[in-house]
């Protein structure tokens, strides 16, 4: 891929580094003062102010890089603590300034003419509207407490075999053939986790409380109202979100009680266990898709170079630049995340990768994210580039499914190729009622403020038992079952971001629909709707795309209709 990623600076100094707000403090001060004559002026400040805001971003990306990539490092602790601390509540007034402008400016009008440019200032009048001053400590305290969630899990390890590991290494175990091995390994991983049970209750009820004020200051009657206003959730409602609960519960759950009972016979066992999830239920060892973080990333670039050149080409650019750290190890943050850098151009990919199929795909999914990120590089603003999620989140399910026409380059053998690819649409199946559970459940959790940590727990069980099969069985495991919610990070440091998940992953699974229609056209609309970024509003990028932005049972029902047809042809 030969171009040009660096972004130019033209309004900021080219050898400007930001160490202190003071750094930058100018540049905002002469936006806010500077005379706006004309609607081209406007456009003009509007350029500027996003090439000062891709600089910021992008430096406090890499504070938050190198603090998940090493979370037992004490300076990139502080340096991103820095920004949080004295840089990021500098900023929020003088933002809050600016956005003020924008909507007293008498040109506003004619420039919200222009689609891109109506969506922006519509976001603009919304953060208008919710910002406090009040709030820009709190939300500081509450990046400090994010962080504090990382470092805890960052740091929960297990021993096996005279070896240290991470929870996510240890889990591969979970995988094996041996059940005893499988219980033993499930135990340690629960009961490292269940140490910080107690710590992390804390974090979590802080969070609460602080998100709750957040809400109240700026004259939402919960947190969760707050956040729909917040994340720009113009196209649907939480009663929308509650039909996509329903939807789940009535079309989907009722799939998994027969998959897990065609696991439990073909196991041959008795009792179902929550440690019998995992291995193959015919008894085979796990696949094993790639050696290390280096085949991983280089079978992926022949993946993504065979659907279509210039998704190699992404993820090649990455690598030569070195925006990638794959493999697990201690003191890494746990998860995974594609980061995109404004300036640079090309994002930044974190994950946790041993050696599953979950890893595999992971990076075929954040991979899909990279590529959205280089689609929209050369769109007008950095604001057009921030897509919402539930188009993020499109752009990675879509090439996790996509993908699998050439998983033949992790799987020479056909029977693992099949076999990887009935685990991953089995997964999709029970993934839709996971994303319903912690969104029903972070519903229940802001609407219900001054619950205390029994009513979470008991309200937790309630949701995750009507979204779960009921031949597992969990006897002896209360406890870990009481606090499974504790390992979805989402909740400490995203809430609200994750329904998304689902909406993209109904709406992955009708581009793939259309991709194995007919490869060209369905490739093309993939590509088209992700080029849009944020200049169209969530529907009609699901429209370029060919497919419906839909949580309605009967389009639900069709669509895991088609997932399970794809199923029986693996069989």
Sequence with gaps: MKRE???????????????????????FEELDSRSIDSVENLRNWFHNRSELEAIISENMAWRYINMTCDTANEEYTKSYQHFVQNIQPEIAPFSDKLNRKVIECPFVDELEKDEAYFILIREIR??????????????????TLSQKFSQISGGMTVEHGGKEMTLQQAAVYLQATDRELREEIYHKIADRRLRDTQPLN??????????????????????RDYMFKSMGRFDYTPEDCFNFHD???????????PLAMERKEALGIDTLRPWDKAVDKEGRDPLKPFEGGRDLLEKSI??????DPFLGDCLRTMDE?????LESRTGKAPGGYNYPLYESGAPFIFMNATSTVRDMVTLMHEGGHAVHSFLVSDLELTDFKSTPSEVAELASMSMELISMDHWDLFFPNPDDLLRAKKEHLEQIIDTLPWVATIDK????????????????????????DRFSDDVTQWDGLDENKSNLWQKQLHLFEVPFYYIEYGMAQLGAIAVWKKYREDKKAGLD?????????????????????????????????????????????LR
């Design 441 to 464: 459940f972070q519903h229940w959790i802001y609407e219900n403020h001054g619950h205390n940590t029994e009513d979470r727990t008991a309200s937790w069980l309630d949701i995750l």
């Design 126 to 143: 919304k953060a208008v509207e919710i910002f406090r001053k009040e709030n820009i400590p709190l939300f500081t305290e509450l990046q």
């Design 302 to 307: 022949e993946c993504f170079h065979r659907i």
């Design 525 to 569: 609309g993939y590509i088209n709707a992700l080029k849009l970024g944020s200049t169209k509003t969530i529907p009609e990028v699901y429209e370029a795309a060919g497919i419906r932005f839909d949580f309605s049972k009967d389009y639900i029902a069709e669509l895991i209709g088609f997932v399970r047809d794809e199923l029986k042809g």
């Design 247 to 257: 939807s789940v519960e009535s079309q989907v759950v009722p799939l998994l009680n």
């Design 321 to 325: 630049m070195g925006h990638l750290d």
């Design 202 to 223: 804390e974090v979590f009820n802080s969070m609460i409380e602080l998100r709750t004020r957040v809400a109240k200051n700026a004259g939402f009657q919960n947190f």
């Design 5 to 27: 990623i660096k972004l130019e600076r033209n309004y900021v100094e080219p050898d400007l580094e930001i160490n202190d707000w003071k750094d930058i403090e100018g540049y």
